[in-house]
């Protein structure tokens, strides 16, 4: 079993900035893909960006390449989401989840974090 912890969310103005963070337990952090999805008001759940266990390999969506960076800290145990340049249309709630192989969709992810919020405002 892995648990994912969230934090880092919060509300913030057009055009600035947010770092998430995402804590796993266990000791097998590095065998795992991680990646970011979010889901705003009304819409579906959608990939946000990936990064493999080693982290020497990631991927976006279209809508924040250029923007948002996927990193992890194998040794914290924590994969990290930086935000910049945010558009009202990034906000969203926030999650991040543990799978075993590199993925852009939900289904290959088996943990999930609970969430955090991220409101931008214009």
């Known amino acids: 079993q892995v648990q994912l912890v969230e934090s880092g969310g919060g509300l913030v103005q057009a055009g600035g900035s947010l770092r998430l963070s995402c804590v796993a337990s266990?000791?097998?952090?590095?065998?795992?893909?991680m990646g970011w999805f979010r889901q705003g008001p009304g819409r579906e759940r959608e990939f946000v960006a990936a990064i493999s266990g080693s982290g020497s390999a990631t991927y976006y969506a279209d809508s924040v390449k250029g923007r948002f960076t996927i990193s992890r800290d194998n040794a914290k145990n924590t994969v990290y989401l930086q935000m910049n340049s945010l558009k009202p249309e990034d906000t969203a709630v926030y999650y991040c989840?543990?799978?075993?192989?590199?993925?852009?969709?939900?289904?290959?992810?088996?943990?999930w974090g609970q969430g955090t919020q991220v409101i931008v405002s214009s």
């Open positions: 266990g000791r097998t952090f590095r065998l795992y893909t």
């Open positions: 989840a543990a799978g075993p192989v590199f993925a852009v969709r939900a289904g290959p992810y088996d943990y």
